[in-house]
Every structure is written in structure tokens, then in C-alpha cells.
């Protein structure tokens, strides 16, 4: 996908009303999916030396993902709602149960990763989804230790070239 093709989504298709998105949003939206980065190579560091404080890690990139799923941008409203949603779940229900609330948070970044994807063609974004949901049910199955922190280095890393092709953009702005 060429630069021309990439700014044809920036704005809305013709019919789609979508509320007033300041480009201040756009940029929390960025600041957010770094922040998850973050935390999520913190949980991998946690769970490969088996530290208490993974369980802070998760809450920290539980919130950061609920930032960004509240400053999402996209123009189906039934996506933004179900993203919003889910990451308000996962930051309700990680401190109570971890497992439910990774499952929402982790299903509302595959959901954000597969529409910077759909809309910008940002390769790692297609890989996303499928490596949360195995890093999902590795939570699940009880896998080995230091396989789960690799799969939580996967899923981070996999934001790296993400975000950086998506700080390359110009902030989106509707009025």
C-alpha cells in the first residue's frame, strides 16, 4: 500500500458521520499502544524470572489498552463499541481475575492490530491477533513459564514495527 492509499483512510467514506476526533486523541492513542509495549515486555521480564509484580505489569498494560481502546478511531461504530467495550472489561477485571480480564484486553489489541492492518497495511498487525490468542490460551493451558514469556515478548514486539509505521502518519483529526 502506497502513501496515497494509506491517507484515503484517514478520512471518513462518504456517508460515515463520525463525532469530532481532536488530534490531541490521536496522539494519547499512540502514547497508549506504547505504554502496552511497554507492559507487556515488563510481563515477559516478570514471568521468565517469576516475579510477583507481573501481576502490576498486567494491570499497568490492562489501563494503557483501555486508553487506547477509548481513543481508537475507526468508522464502524459497532467496532469502536465492542474495542471499547472489551478493554473496559479487561481493566475492571484483571485485579480480580487476571484470566478474564487478559482475555479482553488481549482480544480488544488483535481487534486494533487487524483494523491498523485492514486500513494500513502494517505487516506485523495481521500477525497480532493470532499470536494473542495463543499467548491466550498458553494463559489458559498452564503452559511452561518461560514459554509464556515468550510469548508475551512475541506479542509486544509485534507492536514495535506497528506503532513505529503508525507514528510515521500524519495525526488524524475530525471536526
Same mark, same amino acid.
Given at each position: ?32 499502544l506504547v505504554a502496552f509495549v511497554v ?17 502490576w505489569w498486567q494491570g499497568w498494560s ?24 472489551? %478493554?473496559?472489561?479487561? +481493566? =475492571?477485571? *484483571?485485579? @480480580?481475575? !487476571? #484470566? ?5 484486553? &488481549? ?42 514469556? %515468550?510469548?508475551?515478548? +512475541? =506479542?509486544? *514486539?509485534? @507492536?514495535? !514495527? #506497528? ?5 510515521? &502518519? ?6
Amino acid at each position: 500500500m502506497d502513501d496515497r492509499e494509506r491517507i484515503q483512510h484517514l478520512q471518513p467514506p462518504p456517508g460515515v458521520r463520525m463525532p469530532r476526533y481532536p488530534a490531541r486523541w490521536d496522539l494519547v492513542y499512540r502514547w497508549s499502544l506504547v505504554a502496552f509495549v511497554v507492559g507487556l515486555t515488563a510481563c515477559a521480564v516478570a514471568t521468565a524470572v517469576e516475579a510477583p509484580a507481573v501481576h502490576w505489569w498486567q494491570g499497568w498494560s490492562a489501563v494503557a489498552m483501555a486508553v487506547a481502546g477509548w481513543t481508537f478511531l475507526v468508522w464502524v461504530p459497532t467496532w469502536r463499541w465492542l474495542v471499547r467495550g472489551l %478493554v473496559t472489561i479487561g +481493566a =475492571v477485571l *484483571w485485579w @480480580w481475575w !487476571p #484470566l478474564g480480564g487478559w482475555a479482553a484486553t &488481549l482480544a480488544a489489541s488483535a481487534i486494533v492490530a487487524g483494523k491498523e492492518y485492514h486500513c494500513f497495511r502494517f505487516w506485523s498487525g495481521r500477525y497480532i491477533p493470532w499470536v494473542s490468542l495463543i499467548n491466550g490460551l498458553g494463559l489458559v493451558f498452564g503452559i511452561p513459564t518461560h514459554i509464556q514469556a %515468550v510469548l508475551w515478548v +512475541a =506479542v509486544a *514486539w509485534l @507492536w514495535v !514495527p #506497528l506503532l513505529v509505521a503508525r507514528w510515521q &502518519l500524519p495525526l488524524f483529526e475530525l471536526s
